[in-house]
């Protein structure tokens, strides 16, 4: 999709608090209560730090917005540009009680939406501040919202999904035999900072019988010629998106059964990254790799749903899995990872970011998909 590369701005931010102003009003929820973490920072584009102090947005159904925050991070919060924005900034002093400040000047509504992230200490203090006022999850109107991407956005991904990648393709400098799986997930690290990310997010490195352990991340376990090993990596790039992406990868000869499952598991992911098109529902793209598993006979080994949704977090909204019946539109942008796990020998995995366009599927994951047997 050719198109002219913009950063998100301003603008992108008042159309997703009009849109989410819009949204609250047709689920008749009168605010929503936003406080630090990924809704934040899509609605307004502030990275603030959840703490004990309270941050919070007060988004109206009716339009106008404010800014709740701690006197002393009034500066922090302007120079996120949420000035800009049209919102109102509430600086409230180190004893007020931020709670009370809120309901006062909500005053009687029946209903807010509390951010799905909110400490539950907080929202338990705006249910006293609030006794009338039923709360329900902010999620159920900003989800749907977050999970279908914008221009700007699928260039955000793209950009972290080329990252990732580069670093995918120096796999072979790190993975050699007599190297722990520790000392090769900190090169990756710093190899994942160096790629552009400004975080690290996770790295599995999992060889041998540990890949048989979905979400194990490192150990001292030290690599041995004939490994299989599995690797997940992922970061967070300066505009907040994210990447993550796995391959596995074999030190020489993998061992037959490995050899032998893994390219049932690669046709697996490849049709489901085929069922990929607006319409489909999510659950179905989840069958189309399960049943390539199944028929091989390896139904068993495949323990977890075939993705999820990705963006400002990791894991969000659409989850690629049985029983959502929710359907792709243009602009999701998820994982496809279909995995087979084979208990105390070795595992695998690929994992692409799929970006479901007009016509199909839009890999923003590049690198090949075989074995990456490393000599
Ligand atoms: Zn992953
Ligand atoms: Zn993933």
Redesign the pocket.
């Known amino acids: 999709m050719p198109h002219e590369s913009t950063e998100i701005g301003r603008s992108d931010y008042i159309n997703r608090l009009d849109r989410a102003a819009s949204a609250a009003a047709s689920a008749r929820l009168d605010a929503l209560l936003i406080s630090p973490g990924s809704d934040l920072r899509y609605l307004i584009g502030y990275d603030a730090i959840p703490m004990e102090r309270l941050t919070c947005l007060v988004l109206r159904a009716t339009g106008e917005h404010w800014l709740v925050v701690p006197e002393l991070e009034t500066a922090a919060a302007q120079a996120a540009g949420t000035q800009d924005l049209g919102l109102e900034l509430i600086p409230w002093p180190e004893t007020a009680d931020p709670f009370a400040l809120v309901a006062d000047r909500l005053g009687t509504v029946s209903a807010v939406g509390v951010d799905n992230h909110m400490w539950a200490e907080k929202s338990l203090r705006f249910a006293e501040a609030m006794p009338a006022t039923a709360q329900r999850l902010a999620g159920s109107v900003l989800d749907p919202l977050r999970a279908v991407k914008t221009v700007h956005e699928i260039d955000e991904l793209a950009r972290a999904g080329a990252a990732i990648d580069s670093v995918h393709a120096q796999m072979a400098n790190w993975l050699q035999p007599g190297r722990s799986e520790r000392e090769v997930a900190d090169d990756i690290a710093a190899a994942i900072l160096e790629a552009g990310h400004v975080q690290v997010d996770f790295v599995i490195v999992a060889s041998g019988p540990n890949g048989a352990s979905p979400h194990h991340e490192v150990s001292d376990r030290v690599l041995e010629s004939g490994d299989p090993v599995v690797v997940?990596i992922?970061g967070t790039m300066p505009s907040g998106y994210r990447s993550?992406s796995?391959r596995t990868y074999s030190l020489g000869e993998p061992p037959p059964d490995f050899a032998e499952y893994y390219p049932v598991l690669q046709a697996a992911q490849a049709a489901a990254v085929a069922a990929v098109r607006p319409g489909i529902a999510c659950q179905d793209i989840d069958t189309a790799a399960r049943t390539v598993i199944a028929d091989a006979g390896y139904a068993d080994l495949f323990i977890h749903r075939t993705?999820?949704g990705?963006g400002l977090q990791?894991?969000e909204n659409p989850y690629i899995v049985e029983g959502n019946t929710e359907t792709m539109q243009a602009g999701h942008a998820f994982?496809v990872?279909p995995g087979i796990y084979l208990p105390g020998r070795h595992g695998a995995r690929i994992?692409d970011i799929i970006v479901c366009g007009d016509n199909g599927p839009i890999p923003l994951n590049k690198r090949p998909h075989g074995i990456g047997v490393i000599e």
Do not use: A, M, V
Request: aromatic residues 0%.
């Open positions: 997940d992922g993550d796995t993705g999820h990705i990791t894991h994982s990872e994992e």
